[in-house]
């Protein structure tokens, strides 16, 4: 692999070889030279993200994260564009391809990260032909993979009750974190006694030991160490304890210890993590066992291994179609103006396509196009979801079976949204096609469900619109259509057409006018999209009265300039507003206004 230390000549030395057979050898050597460059980088990175926790730097934390996310995309575009200029042929040529993928398996089979190498041949290839309908297998075929030492992954503490704080404590430095605690010896007995109050009366549940995961779990502010409580039964529960870097040192601030606090701490609407423990399959499948309801294939979204990930859920998909004989139809829900969103009763997922043009009920003057749109589903990809946006998975040149979609789907499909859809043979190739986790829209959940959970659902869609704008994220159309709910009761938005930077929005007002003064506002001829705050509630086009008023006396200050505008400032100001993920009962000392912002 010296050639590696050689990357820029392999232009040239693939432009002129002799032979295509040359070409091909080389071009496998230089896919594989880039992709070590790239892992190489990607793994600098998630070290980054603990330096700055210890040195308390949150701006480079988030600005590396951003960076990891994009790092595959750039590395793969400025690649295959190279190929593809100094190799035109691999454009068109499926032989060419496949002799360039058996010079480059050989490469990779036997390593631990060979997924991950084959996973980037298949990016580069799918680029390349990304100008025709080439589909290109989402999948690793056989490889050979070393398995992981379990020492390497976890570590193992003795169990039984009542648990001790010096237990505790050691649990503690698995982060092997160089910031000292504050006070470990009171974190220690804190964290123990919660676990004693928690667990320690149950009678069948007979703790065997603790298992902490090796490293740490970084996200913006705040540092994880991630494990599980394991019972003679066969049985886990979630132990997940929240780190935070004060001024004075390092302290435990919250445990996490039930499914559905774990379960939204880890959802793929948050930013993926930035994990010190690169053994990423093992990690994914420690994770399932302590959120078995979350599809494994969205395991490995959550630690940053996207690629992998697509592939996990894409066999998940043709798996559970194959198995259970479901077809694909149109999703429950209102149909969308901008989407076409379909899935089938055995998947976890929405499968979505953008529409060539938008329906009648469109409600803005100009429609972009479905490249705009998709653009806005990439974004979304790229940012920190702040617990309230639905992440997205693309796919590029996907083929499905054609026997998978109901005909109505299929004619739909093919005649509304040709820019993504085309049928060759029994086959049905995707330009791209968007999936995410499938929710309950929150207009339909709002109809049927008891007075009291539809007013912790409107009320959780206040929290979610907050946390959007501390992204900087606005939606422009405030439908309940547009968000989901889950078993949980919380609310994501998962429609991004209408999605814009919030500081790029016109905050305006009309409360000062009098009523029946006669002329045009002077907002009215601003360039750009205008936002009335006091018209929220209307917007959220929720029927019934007594949702509406407990939207608005939970959420009054939504429907105020001043909110709208004092955020605005701030990340013009460069500021990080901080992110709550998860509630006050998990807080150590029941004192979360003494806490800084988790994230």
């Known amino acids: 692999m010296a050639a590696c230390a050689e990357l820029a000549a392999f232009p040239t030395l693939v432009a002129t070889a002799s032979s295509n057979a040359m070409r091909n050898e080389l071009v496998g050597d230089w896919i594989l030279c880039s992709f070590e460059r790239f892992y190489a980088a990607f793994r600098n990175l998630t070290w980054l993200a603990k330096t700055a926790f210890e040195t308390r730097e949150h701006p480079a934390a988030v600005a590396n994260a951003r960076m990891r996310l994009g790092l595959y995309d750039k590395f793969i575009h400025g690649l295959a564009d190279e190929i593809l200029a100094a190799y035109p042929e691999l454009a068109g040529r499926e032989d060419l391809w496949g002799a360039v993928e058996a010079a480059y398996r050989p490469q990779v089979d036997g390593r631990y990260e060979a997924d991950l190498a084959v996973a980037y041949l298949n990016s580069v290839m799918r680029r390349v032909r990304s100008g025709a309908w ?143 423990n690169l053994h990423y399959h093992e990690i994914s499948a420690f994770l399932f066992t302590i959120m078995p309801r979350r599809p494994l294939g969205l395991q490995y979204s ?115 949204a040709g820019n993504a859809v085309r049928l060759q043979g029994k086959a049905v190739v995707f330009k791209y096609l968007v999936v995410q986790r499938t929710l309950m829209p929150l207009n339909v959940y709002l109809k049927g ?21 501390a992204a900087n994220i606005f939606n422009r159309d405030f439908d309940a259509r547009n968000y989901g709910v889950t078993r949980y009761l919380k609310v994501y938005l998962y429609d991004f057409d209408a999605v814009e930077a919030l500081t790029d929005v016109k905050v305006r007002t009309n409360t000062e006018r009098v009523d029946g003064e006669e002329g045009i506002p002077d907002w009215y001829f601003e360039p750009g999209f205008v936002f009335l705050p006091e018209e929220m509630e209307s917007g959220l086009r929720v029927e019934d009265r007594e949702l509406r008023r407990e939207f608005r006396a939970a959420h009054g200050d939504l429907m105020t300039v001043r909110y709208w505008q004092d955020m605005q400032a701030a990340h013009r100001a460069g500021q990080i507003p901080g992110i709550r993920t998860y509630p006050d009962s998990c807080y150590l000392d029941n004192s979360p206004s003494g806490i800084i912002a988790d994230e």
């Open 134 to 276: 080439w589909p290109v297998d989402y999948a690793f075929g056989e490889l050979r993979r070393p398995a992981a030492r379990i020492e390497d992954v976890s570590i193992d503490f003795p169990g039984g009750w009542p648990v001790n704080a010096a237990l505790v404590r050691e649990l503690l430095r698995v982060g092997d974190l160089s910031t000292p605690f504050q006070d470990i010896e009171r974190d220690a007995q804190l964290i123990a006694n919660r676990l004693n109050e928690s667990f320690a009366d149950i009678a069948d549940l007979e703790l065997v030991k603790i298992e902490m995961l090796r490293g740490c779990f970084f996200r913006n502010r705040g540092a994880y160490l991630v494990g599980r409580l394991a019972f003679r039964d066969g049985r886990y529960k979630p132990l997940v304890i929240a780190l935070q870097n004060r001024l004075q040192g390092v302290i435990a601030g919250a445990v996490l210890l039930t499914v559905p606090h774990v379960h939204n701490l880890f959802s793929s609407t948050q930013a993926a993590f930035q994990v010190t």
């Open 302 to 416: 959550t630690i940053g291994f996207h690629h992998v990930s697509k592939v996990a859920m894409m066999t998940e998909v043709t798996q559970q179609l194959m198995q259970t004989g479901d077809t694909l139809d149109t999703a429950p829900g209102s149909p969308g103006t901008v989407a076409i969103a379909f899935s089938a009763p055995c998947l976890a997922y929405i499968l979505k396509v953008i529409r060539d043009h938008p329906t009648d009920g469109y409600k803005w003057e100009s429609f972009a196009g479905a490249d705009a749109v998709l653009d806005k589903y990439r974004g979304v990809h790229e940012i920190n979801r702040t617990g309230s946006m639905l992440d997205n998975t693309i796919y590029y040149n996907l083929k499905l079976d054609r026997g998978w979609f109901h005909p109505r789907l299929l004619q739909e499909l093919v005649t509304a």
């Open 449 to 469: 469900a008891a007075h009291d959970k539809a007013c912790r659902a409107i009320s959780n869609l206040g929290h979610c619109i907050k946390n959007n704008a």
